[in-house]
């Protein structure tokens, strides 16, 4: 494993990836891949090991590219597709499936604003097996003059700052940074796709959350970092209209949280059927045929499918409005999304607490690190406070206000 302070980068792909060509097959890859992640996910979380042969193979299966456009040689899957690929990845390995978020996140972004040949080379550089991470985060930073710049003199362009949260930025090849250009008014922010070789770039790999514990999710130093301008992509301009930037990011957040949850409910289901006793009032052989505990699993079974079910609703609303983007379509995928990401947050969460209330104390046992997936969903599900798409859901429906365009909704 790399050393803490100074993480190794990541090689540059040996072979291209796999070519993966529609959704169903897609699907039907993700789900094998998900099948090998899973024997050893709870080692990796345990001991902290970074997946750096896990996401090898991981973009060697192509999933990696599968929101490149059909146009630029990718399989162009739906969002709702994308979504389901996440949910199952994270079943498996919650910590693995957050990685490539801002991955697909910084895809959109370049789908959205990059120009035609940043498209063909960012996209041909995914396709080819190269990762990006992210750089978007600053802590303690309110003061917009003080955030990580984009600066441009007689030598050309560099970025200076630092950034936390950083997901992926160790595995990465390019560190897609979010930087401000000019002063006062003419200020704007853009995406700054760096090359976590780049001199000057300093990446920590320094994250101790008690979930989420290999993302790799540390802080990312730039220090007078020499770029090209055609590695600069605007980011601010694409909210100042209607795009689908916010809602594609934040129903692959709703994914994850969903498919922790799945992965919790499987080793509920497992547990119950194997190893945890019926309490003695049931009166029955088995924990089985407790029928209190065939309650509660029965809801937490409803709480998953209809998460599912409003995940798959929100992927269409975010085809239709990458479609035909307006302010009407946009919003209705905002809003759609952030009720999917609203369930996904709760039945997440409900499931791995009844992983334990129904399995009873052996359940908690060091051996089975069950607790990671309580931990990982506990951690995921604090990107964006649930409280306020409740606000912005009530705004659309009562008082007929379209919600924010920004990445958190």
Known sequence: MADRDHPAPAAAPKTRPHLITSDEEAIAVAESFAGELRTSASERDRDRRLPWEELDRFVSTGLWGISVPKAYGGAGVSSATLARVTALIAASDGSISQIPQNHYYSLEVLRVGGSEAQKRFFYDRV???????????????????RR????????GFRVDGTKSYCTGAIFAHW?????????????KTHLVFIPRTAPGVTVLDDWDGFGQRVTGSGTVR??????????????QASFETPTTIGPLAQIIHAAIDLGIGEGAYRDLLAFVRSRARPW???KVETAAEDPLTLSEIGQVRVKLRAAQALLRRAGLAVDAAMAKPDEDSVAAAS?????????STK????AANKLFELSGTSSTMAGDNYDRHWRNVRTHTLHDPVRWKYQAIGQYYLNGRLPPRHGAL
């Open 335 to 343: 809003i759609a999304v952030a009720e999917a990401k609203i369930l």
């Open 347 to 350: 039945a997440g969460l409900l």
């Open 127 to 145: 396709l080819a097996g190269e990762r990006t991470g992210n750089a978007l985060a600053e802590t303690g930073v309110r003061d917009f003059k």
């Open 175 to 187: 560190i897609p940074t979010l930087a401000v250009a000019g002063e006062g008014a003419e200020a």
């Open 222 to 235: 730039f220090e007078a970092v020499p770029v090209e301008e055609q590695w600069i992509v605007p980011f």
């Open 280 to 282: 003695i009032d049931a």
């Open 148 to 155: 990580t710049r984009l600066i441009r003199d007689e030598t």
